[in-house]
């Protein structure tokens, strides 16, 4: 259990190390994406290792010659870790446009540290209505084109479905994960499953589902605290991971977190993708359901 917490913990904390590590061990080519939409899916089954852009582990300093101090601190750590050559070691990078601050951040790469791949693409905004889904759709198979480009491998339907597959096993025992800590309040601490989650979006899907599944046995075996405690259910739109100090705070002060709404946290886990039919029709439905609710997307209906 603590082997497996430790490990864990590593990934997060040095997210560059571990990256380098695993690419010089699999020769593989790795994928940095940007949170919450970017289907890692269509990644994955052209054969590279997509990650998520994680928050830096140094102070910003030549990022805010390049992008305001009020930007958020994801965008504000992926320009200053890319402008200090700290990303070079990721052969692609995929944006989209999430929002003011993330739409100016494929344009700032570019000029200053454009790796072999730099894939920009458009999700729509609005979720509600046929045209929006073939919208979607169009550029779905615009990125798998230049995946597949850029990889050298056909991602075909079988392969793009496989993949979807395994990311549905993983989402299903993070599932299984948040459900044992409802029933046992305490049995994990807050910082425990954020990393948890977020070392997910740092590792091959194949790698962190035999460290759930070993997580799930050891946590048989983990006593719960005392159900007597307050409890507290974390609720943001960040799309990055909550500084731990913070949730460590919560705790310090006599509260146990049972659940979350966060995207490093439940809302990674919330949907899974139909196994049945076309695959790229497929991963943009999940993305158009309007559970859970995101301020992302606009829905005029509701």
């Not at 910003?60 to 930007?71: C, D, K, P, Q, R």
């Not at 599932?175 to 499953?193: A, F, Q, S, V």
Request: proline share 6%; glycine share 6%.
């Amino acid at each position: 259990m603590e082997a497996t917490l430790k490990k864990i913990f590593a990934v997060v904390t040095d997210p560059y190390t571990s990256i380098v590590q695993w690419k010089e061990q699999s020769q593989k080519k790795v994928v940095g994406c940007m949170p919450m939409h970017l289907p890692e899916e269509l990644v994955h089954a052209a054969g590279l290792q997509p990650v998520i852009f994680w928050r830096s582990n140094e102070s910003i300093t030549l990022g805010h010659s390049h992008v305001y101090s009020f930007n958020c601190g994801l965008t504000r750590s992926i320009v200053d870790d890319a402008v200090k050559g700290k990303l070079t070691f990721l052969d692609g990078m995929i944006f989209y446009d999430i929002c003011l601050q993330g739409r100016e951040l494929p344009f700032l790469i570019n000029r200053n540290a454009r790796p072999a791949f730099l894939e920009v693409m458009f999700i729509p905004g609005m979720v509600v209505g046929p045209v929006y889904k073939d919208f979607f759709m169009e550029n779905l198979e615009r990125l798998k084109t230049s995946l597949e480009g850029f990889s050298g491998q056909k991602i075909t339907d079988d392969a793009l479905k496989k993949s979807i597959g395994l990311y549905n096993k993983h989402r299903d025992l993070l599932r299984d994960l948040y459900d044992l800590r409802r029933k046992n309040p305490g049995i994990l601490k807050t910082r425990e499953m954020v990393a948890i989650v977020q070392s997910g979006m740092l590792m091959p899907k194949e790698e962190h589902c035999q460290l759930l599944e070993t997580l799930l046995n050891d946590l048989k075996q983990r006593k719960a605290l005392p159900d007597k405690k307050p409890r507290v259910v974390l609720v943001g739109c960040l799309c990055q991971t909550p500084h731990f100090d913070i949730l460590d705070l919560i705790e310090e002060e006599g509260a146990v977190v049972v659940d979350d709404d966060i995207y490093v946290g439940s809302r990674y886990l919330a949907r899974d993708v139909e196994l049945d039919g076309n695959p790229i029709e497929a991963l943009a439905k999940r993305y158009l359901r309007r559970i859970p609710p995101c301020p992302t997307k606009v829905d005029w209906v509701t």
